[in-house]
């Protein structure tokens, strides 16, 4: 157990629909990460928080947001839902911004786009 | 644009052999490298890291070894299991000092391992 709890594990959704997934840290982590894996493909990074202020972002949609509240949870929002947005989409949680210390993955949230 | 490449997606080896898992990189601001494994429908796990002021990181049976000037690292696992049959995922970062600009984690592609019998 990594410590960092993702909710819901499994998600299916019509296109053109919105869903949240959300994020909780490991207890004392300040920084989250959240991650897009498509088809056993690599981890695409979407997009980087640490203590409520996004501080890096990658190859995340504009259909894509996110945020991090004061009690440092975190939640990706996917709206206008396409069949391409199915993927496993991974949260992961470390203490620092990059500093050299490993994150921890949470298990997941498989979405699944019908 | 890769900046961590694993250019090998799959793997075998024999148990009891040594497995060699390769990955490069192109950003020479990394200092930082990890290596990540995962199975299937779990999160990623964190196996190994080396900063790159060391060139060798050892912990039990797993060593990864950095090479700087060729932006290359490797994972060796010896000997092989058949439990360590997994995707392994290279990944790097950077933190600098005092500006306190740091990256976020970057990942290769992943290796998919299989140790057989």
């Known amino acids: 157990d990594s410590g960092v709890t993702q909710t819901p594990k499994h998600l299916i959704t019509a296109t053109g629909q919105r869903v949240t997934l959300r994020c909780s840290p490991r207890?004392?982590?300040?920084?989250v990460y959240w991650y897009q894996q498509s088809l056993d493909q690599g981890l695409q990074f979407l997009i980087q928080y640490y203590n409520g202020e996004e501080r890096a972002k990658g190859n995340i949609l504009e259909r894509f947001s996110a945020q991090q509240f004061p009690d440092l949870h975190s939640e990706l929002n996917l709206s206008s839902l396409e069949l391409g947005d199915s993927a496993l989409y991974f949260c992961?949680?470390?203490?620092?911004?990059?500093?050299?210390?490993?994150?921890?993955f949470g298990q997941g949230t498989r979405l699944t786009v019908v | 644009d890769q900046q961590v490449k694993q250019n090998s997606p799959s793997l075998s080896v024999q148990e009891g052999r040594i497995s060699i898992l390769n990955c490069d990189y192109t950003n020479s601001m990394f200092d930082y490298f990890l290596w990540y494994k995962k199975y299937p429908a779990e999160g990623p796990t964190f196996l190994i890291s080396?900063?790159?002021?060391?060139d060798k990181n050892e912990d039990g049976r797993f060593t990864v070894f950095l090479n700087k000037s060729a932006k290359h690292l490797s994972l060796h696992i010896v000997p092989s299991q058949p439990g360590d049959s997994a995707v392994y995922f290279c990944a790097a970062s950077y933190y600098l000092f005092p500006t306190g600009t740091a990256s976020k984690l970057t990942f290769g592609t992943g290796t998919r391992l299989q140790v057989t019998l």
């Open positions: 207890s004392g982590d300040l920084s």
């Open positions: 992961a949680s470390s203490s620092y911004p990059g500093s050299n210390t490993e994150a921890f």
């Open positions: 080396i900063s790159s002021i060391k």
